[in-house]
């Protein structure tokens, strides 16, 4: 590991060592695009590769503009896709969307949705306020998806057994709720899964900075691979949660780099995820039994192998 002293001397030399050590036991991945090792835990060296792809995918895109406050129309496009990708639990009835003014400070700066799993998902008024910076950014639609996940997650919500790796399925069920869309030919899935796929690449790679004290290392580097604009909303987010470091590392790892980890260790069984906060629902002698669904990951994984083209053909 490089010492503070070093990264302060000089970063660029630093991250050559660094990039040195971390390639030589790493294999070139073809749908990953990058080097990755065997140890399952995401490297500061792996998540820059991963940021760096989807950074470069979205500088290459049109800006796009998503209008989430149009929920009936999402909602019934999305919440199929759900089904459509074996998570069939609870998707029998509706769910509405509905829009709430965050009053305490944090919680509208921080809080984009939430839901009960009953059926109504809430989102921050500020994706519904044509003044606010988060008016029409394509990646709210990333956000429906993950709470209409916890939608179809249903009673595991609210079950203890399967809080840990909650947020970490909601993320990864929305990723391949919008590859399906988007390798139908949706620019707007398309968008919006390259922009959460760079911002939580980003979130993963900053949890692992931290952990390693490689923090001014990370902001030097990251602020060039992700450009102003995104390091400038994303920097933000750490430095407003500096006095709770414990809390922001549980929120990096649980939305970002858990999610990311189970993803690329996925290549090694069939990109079939065991163990998620999936339901699937069984049938035995008259009761109805809950249970972990082993989650297929072949929507995300045929975009993650065409990103480049799609991207190119869809925008
Ligand atoms: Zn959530």
Redesign the pocket.
């Known amino acids: 590991m490089l010492t503070g002293a070093l990264l302060k001397a000089s970063t660029g030399l630093a991250y050559l060592a660094y990039k040195t050590t971390e390639t030589t036991h790493a294999d070139y991945d073809p749908v990953l695009k990058g080097h990755y090792d065997t140890d399952p835990e995401i490297s500061l060296y792996e998540g820059e590769q991963l940021t760096s792809r989807f950074s470069k995918l979205r500088e290459s895109l049109e800006p796009l503009g998503v209008d989430v406050t149009d929920s009936e129309h999402w909602v019934s496009e999305m919440l199929p896709m759900f089904g459509f990708n074996g998570l069939k639990v609870n998707l029998r009835r509706d769910v509405s969307v509905v829009a709430s003014e965050f009053k305490d400070p944090v919680n509208y700066n921080a809080v984009y949705g939430y839901t009960y799993c009953r059926g109504e998902v809430t989102l921050n008024e500020r994706m519904f306020n044509p003044e606010s910076a988060w008016n029409g950014k394509v990646e709210n639609l990333q956000v429906l998806a993950?709470e209409l996940a916890?939608e179809v997650q249903g009673t595991m919500c609210q079950d203890i057994r399967y809080t840990e790796r909650l947020?970490e399925s909601?993320q990864i069920a929305s990723w391949e709720v919008l590859a399906s869309m988007a390798n139908e030919g949706s620019r707007p899935a398309l968008h919006a899964l390259v922009v959460s796929l760079e911002k939580n690449a980003y979130r993963a790679s900053l949890y692992r900075a931290m952990r390693d004290r490689q923090l001014p290392y990370f902001l030097k580097r990251f602020r060039k691979i992700v450009g102003e604009e995104n390091f400038s909303a994303w920097e933000r987010m750490r430095r407003a949660n500096m006095s709770d470091v414990g809390g922001l590392h549980d929120i990096l790892r649980r939305y970002s780099y858990d999610p990311l980890k189970t993803i690329i260790e996925s290549r090694k069984t069939g990109w079939e995820v065991i163990g998620l906060s999936l339901p699937i629902v069984e049938h035995a002698g008259g009761r109805v039994i809950v249970g972990r669904i082993a989650f297929k990951l072949d929507d995300l994984k045929y975009f993650l192998e065409h990103a480049e083209g799609l991207t190119e053909a869809l925008n």
Do not use: D, F
């Open positions: 993950h916890h947020e909601a």
